[in-house]
Antibody, heavy 125, light 108 residues
Framework: EVQLVESGGGLVQPGGSLRLSCAASGFTFSSYWMSWVRQAPGKGLEWVANIKQDGSEKYYVDSVKGRFTISRDNAKNSLYLQMNSLRAEDTAVYYC??????????????????WGQGTLVTVSS | EIVMTQSPATLSVSPGERATLSCRASQSVSSNLAWYQQKPGQAPRLLIYGASTRATGIPARFSGSGSGTEFTLTISSLQSEDFAVYYCQQYNNWPAYTFGQGTKLEIK
């Protein structure tokens, strides 16, 4: 079974740091781009970051650039999100997800499938 | 940044009827569009990618259409388990993605 399981969420003070992990199983992790997506309480979905199969390319939404770092360890089938200088507006459920469907004409990856169950990050004093 | 706008914000439909959800992009995204379903307390589930291709295991009552800037998700003959929030997502700006704000499909 293809599965993603996040961990590492919790309560952190503004300005603090947290590291999220995502354990992948049931597929060849090293063959896929991976992503983090977040959802603030009662709000919609927001893409946060992507990382290439070998970790050589990383992309971020503007609001987290310079504060968050996505990384991976293919030997451990694991994805990470290091979050520094956290703000109240970073409070959200954080999901790891796999961009699965590759369009051979464009080279784009679309369609997140599967998703993890999410881990809640609360930034508050 | 490509802005995705979904309408309506809330749609009330009776079981057994058809639901039509709309998604508009601020600029062309070609057919690089996906749809997701999210139920309370759950992660989103991929329904459609490439604007019209159903993901694995998705029932045939879900269909997607459109290209460029206008897209539609149609659910024919609504079942009780279909009442949820639906999101569209563009990936034409790969490797960045943007989502719409969601449409809540509720029982009438």
């Amino acid at each position: 079974e293809v599965q993603l399981v996040e961990s590492g969420g919790g309560l952190v003070q503004p300005g603090g740091s947290l590291r999220l992990s995502c354990a992948a199983s049931g597929f060849t992790f090293s063959s896929y781009w991976m992503s983090w997506v977040r959802q603030a309480p009662g709000k919609g979905l927001e893409w946060v970051a992507n990382i290439k199969q070998d970790g050589s390319e990383k992309y971020y939404v503007d609001s987290v650039k310079g504060r968050f770092t996505i990384s991976r360890d293919n030997a451990k089938n694991s994805l990470y999100l290091q979050m520094n200088s956290l703000r109240a507006e970073d409070t959200a459920v954080y999901y790891c997800a796999r961009p699965t469907y590759y369009d051979i004409l464009t080279g784009y990856y679309g369609g997140f499938d599967p998703w993890g169950q999410g881990t809640l990050v609360t930034v508050s004093s | 940044e490509i802005v995705m706008t979904q309408s309506p914000a809330t749609l009330s439909v009776s079981p057994g009827e058809r639901a039509t959800l709309s998604c508009r992009a601020s600029q062309s995204v070609s057919s690089n569009l996906a749809w997701y379903q999210q139920k309370p307390g759950q992660a989103p589930r991929l329904l459609i990618y490439g604007a019209s291709t159903r993901a694995t295991g998705i029932p045939a009552r879900f269909s997607g259409s459109g290209s460029g800037t206008e897209f539609t998700l149609t659910i024919s003959s609504l079942q009780s388990e279909d009442f949820a929030v639906y999101y569209c997502q563009q990936y034409n700006n790969w490797p960045a993605y943007t989502f719409g704000q969601g449409t809540k499909l509720e029982i009438k």
